[in-house]
């Protein structure tokens, strides 16, 4: 399979700056509610840890993300560069999504990330948190699909 080129800002060693654009283009990605093209950001062989999951693989990956999505419905996620290193990167985050019955959650967690020279991530750790919230108390307002650049950050938000 041949991949695409990545510029090389998006490839390890990470700088601040390309730290940050690395996890809007995985914030982005995400917010597509698109399992396959999530999927080609990561390693073939990928490792996940994400709640009880244990996905490796991009075929598990997809089977994954088609299942979450499935359940977590009008999902719209924000993540934030928290730290980072030449080939790793923490992020946080937070998403807001409601069950089939209309309970709306905010999950709030912390992804641990490592990517191979090339930029695709190797290893995923997950640790994910679910607080039931009343429809009212939700802050994640944009159209289904990419954050608006005009939209605030976790930061911002208080979250």
Do not use: C
């Not at 994400?50 to 999505?69: C, D, M």
């Not at 934030?80 to 709030?108: C, G, K, M, P, Q």
């Amino acid at each position: 399979m041949v991949q695409a080129q990545k510029p090389p800002a998006l490839m390890p060693p990470f700088t601040r700056e390309s730290a940050i654009a690395k996890i809007r283009m995985a914030e982005d990605g995400w917010n597509s509610r698109d399992p396959q093209r999530v999927s080609l950001v990561y390693t073939e062989n990928s490792v996940w840890r994400n709640r009880a999951e244990f996905p490796v693989g991009r075929s598990q990956i997809v089977a994954f993300l088609t299942r979450k999505w499935a359940k977590e419905l009008d999902y719209r996620l924000i993540k934030e560069l928290w730290a980072f290193t030449d080939e790793r990167i923490a992020v946080r985050f937070a998403y807001e999504w409601h069950d089939d019955s209309a309970n709306w959650f905010r999950s709030y967690g912390n992804e641990n990330w490592e990517f191979d020279t090339v930029g695709l991530m190797r290893r995923r750790f997950a640790s994910i948190n679910d607080m039931p919230i009343r429809e009212s108390e939700r802050k994640f307002h944009w159209p289904l699909g990419r954050r608006p650049d005009d939209h605030p950050g976790l930061s911002h938000l208080g979250l």
